[in-house]
Nanobody, 118 residues
Framework: QVQLEESGGGLVQAGGSLTLSCAAS????????VGWFRQPSGKEREFVAR????????VVGDSVKGRFTISKDNAKNTVCLQLNSLKPEDTAVYYC???????????WGQGTQVTVSS
């Protein structure tokens, strides 16, 4: 089992920045990929970014490319999502998720709310 806990959400003005963290615990050696998804109120969940557990391969979704960065702190088993140049349309609950190598995302955190005011 893997446990994931997000932190760092909050209220920020448009153009501002936030750093979200996802702390992994449990059987972390079995993790292949950690991803971030977001879900605006009343809309479907959307892929944001993912990184392999080694931290050397990252992918960022087209809708946030150039503004968001994903990284991994290997010493702390934590994956960070840096959100820059935030827009009101980035308002959503952001979820951290983990998958085994070549597997589907099966572990999910509780989510952290990001609200961007105009």
């Amino acid at each position: 089992q893997v446990q994931l806990e997000e932190s760092g959400g909050g209220l920020v003005q448009a153009g501002g920045s936030l750093t979200l963290s996802c702390a992994a615990s449990g059987r972390t050696a079995s993790i292949g990929t950690v991803g971030w998804f977001r879900q605006p109120s009343g809309k479907e969940r959307e892929f944001v970014a993912r990184i392999n557990w080694s931290g050397d391969r990252a992918v960022v979704g087209d809708s946030v490319k150039g503004r968001f960065t994903i990284s991994k702190d290997n010493a702390k088993n934590t994956v960070c999502l840096q959100l820059n140049s935030l827009k009101p349309e980035d308002t959503a609950v952001y979820y951290c998720t983990a998958a085994y190598p070549l597997g589907a995302y099966i572990y999910w955190g509780q989510g952290t709310q990001v609200t961007v005011s105009s």
